[in-house]
């Protein structure tokens, strides 16, 4: 692809998904140095960045990223009237940033559209990687990692999940991942039931609160982690293997 580099750049900047440390040098320096920042919440992108100048001001001593102007809000309810505005200030000649309110942007996460309409305008699209809860997690588990398919939250309506349970239980035996979930903490009951239900008692690991003081691995059976979790607190995420099923 052929870039316009007349226009401006949006960089996809990961950020820490709990561990403030884990930011890189080179997303600080890209945060402190666009014209644009797009982020999920801004008063949560504020704080960041207050904390950020705070603890590596050396890095962006010549910075004035604390101009609120510099936020623009981009959640999942706005991706799509904000998208165009972002592309007039790139086409404009500005320099875009997209972070997501924890982790990698566009995992689980809004940006897919804006990147599309950025490459198909001739922009150039630069990712900033980072800390990624699900990556964080396979890491640890103890589960193969040679091929691992990640499928976010699992899907709002129960037919449709208990269609998604059945279908990992039917995958090819010379193509088992380890499968990857994203879970929010009230659905946490809900989800392992039914994925007891579709597919039986089965090995699953649990990390929560990933980089966090109260960080946790946790390994053992669906119905064990039912008890476990009882009162499930942080962000969740599910992993399994198929070939222990």
């Given at each position: 692809m052929r870039y316009n580099?007349?226009?401006?750049?949006l960089s996809i900047v990961s950020t820490p998904i709990g561990n403030l440390a884990d930011i890189t040098i080179r997303a600080i320096k890209t945060l402190f140095?666009?014209?644009?920042?797009a982020c999920e919440d801004?008063?949560?992108?504020?704080?960041?960045?207050?904390?950020l100048k705070k603890r590596y001001g050396s890095i962006?001593?010549?910075?004035?990223?604390?101009?609120?102007?510099k936020l623009v809000r981009f959640d999942d309810r706005q991706e799509q009237s904000q998208t165009p505005l972002l592309i007039e200030y790139l086409q404009q000649g500005k320099n875009v940033a997209l972070?997501?309110?924890?982790?990698?942007?566009?995992?689980s996460d809004p940006g897919y559209k804006l990147v599309s309409e950025a490459?198909?305008?001739?922009?150039?699209?630069?990712?900033?990687?980072?800390?990624?809860a699900a990556i964080a997690a396979l890491t640890s588990s103890g589960l193969p990692t040679n091929q691992f398919l990640f499928l976010g939250y699992p899907p709002e309506k129960e037919k449709h999940r208990f269609d998604l349970f059945q279908s990992l239980l039917t995958m090819k035996p010379s193509n088992h991942p380890t499968i990857i979930f994203y879970c929010a903490p009230h659905k946490l009951h809900q989800i392992l039931t039914d994925m007891?239900?579709?597919?039986?008692?089965?090995?699953?690991?649990?990390?929560?609160e990933l980089t966090k003081v109260h960080e946790e691995v946790w390994r053992g059976k669906s119905s064990?982690?039912?008890?476990k979790f009882e009162n499930p607190q942080g962000e969740f995420v599910i992993l399994l293997s198929i070939n222990s099923v």
């Amino acid at each position: 692809m052929r870039y316009n580099y007349c226009m401006g750049t949006l960089s996809i900047v990961s950020t820490p998904i709990g561990n403030l440390a884990d930011i890189t040098i080179r997303a600080i320096k890209t945060l402190f140095s666009v014209d644009i920042i797009a982020c999920e919440d801004t008063r949560r992108t504020g704080m960041l960045l207050q904390e950020l100048k705070k603890r590596y001001g050396s890095i962006a001593l010549h910075s004035n990223i604390l101009s609120t102007q510099k936020l623009v809000r981009f959640d999942d309810r706005q991706e799509q009237s904000q998208t165009p505005l972002l592309i007039e200030y790139l086409q404009q000649g500005k320099n875009v940033a997209l972070v997501s309110d924890a982790g990698t942007p566009l995992i689980s996460d809004p940006g897919y559209k804006l990147v599309s309409e950025a490459l198909k305008r001739g922009i150039q699209v630069v990712s900033i990687p980072g800390p990624t809860a699900a990556i964080a997690a396979l890491t640890s588990s103890g589960l193969p990692t040679n091929q691992f398919l990640f499928l976010g939250y699992p899907p709002e309506k129960e037919k449709h999940r208990f269609d998604l349970f059945q279908s990992l239980l039917t995958m090819k035996p010379s193509n088992h991942p380890t499968i990857i979930f994203y879970c929010a903490p009230h659905k946490l009951h809900q989800i392992l039931t039914d994925m007891q239900t579709v597919m039986g008692d089965i090995p699953i690991v649990i990390a929560r609160e990933l980089t966090k003081v109260h960080e946790e691995v946790w390994r053992g059976k669906s119905s064990e982690a039912l008890q476990k979790f009882e009162n499930p607190q942080g962000e969740f995420v599910i992993l399994l293997s198929i070939n222990s099923v």
